[in-house]
């Protein structure tokens, strides 16, 4: 599924150890939003397949993962403990093309 987003990174998610930023809120929100319905076994074993389209070749390929993979768990009721595969990849696109592709299937 491709969703038309810029990657937000943990750093830009996060204001210490507590609070979220307003970046992250706002990123939060419109994600959601843009995720697609479907559903998810709670009982299965998961395997997801993203890649982060950047327009920055310096962007850390890990750091979106938590705040994509907590936005997945609230908009499909799901725990990241259930992911059994991870795959992900980092592309190169050109500026404001940025965007998250990613996949979730049954292992």
Do not use: H
């Amino acid at each position: 599924m491709l969703i038309n987003i810029k990657p937000l990174s943990v750093n830009q998610a996060w204001q210490g150890r507590r609070f979220k930023t307003p970046k992250y809120k706002s990123y939060e929100k419109e994600l959601i939003l843009k995720l697609p319905n479907i559903k998810i076994d709670n009982n299965a074993r998961l395997k997801v397949d993203i890649i982060f389209g950047y327009s920055n070749r310096a962007s850390d390929i890990d750091n979106p993962l938590k705040p994509l993979l907590d936005c997945l768990q609230k908009k499909y009721n799901i725990n990241d403990n259930m992911i059994y595969e991870l795959t992900v990849k980092k592309e190169i696109v050109k500026k404001s093309k940025e965007f998250i592709n990613f996949e979730i299937t049954e292992v």
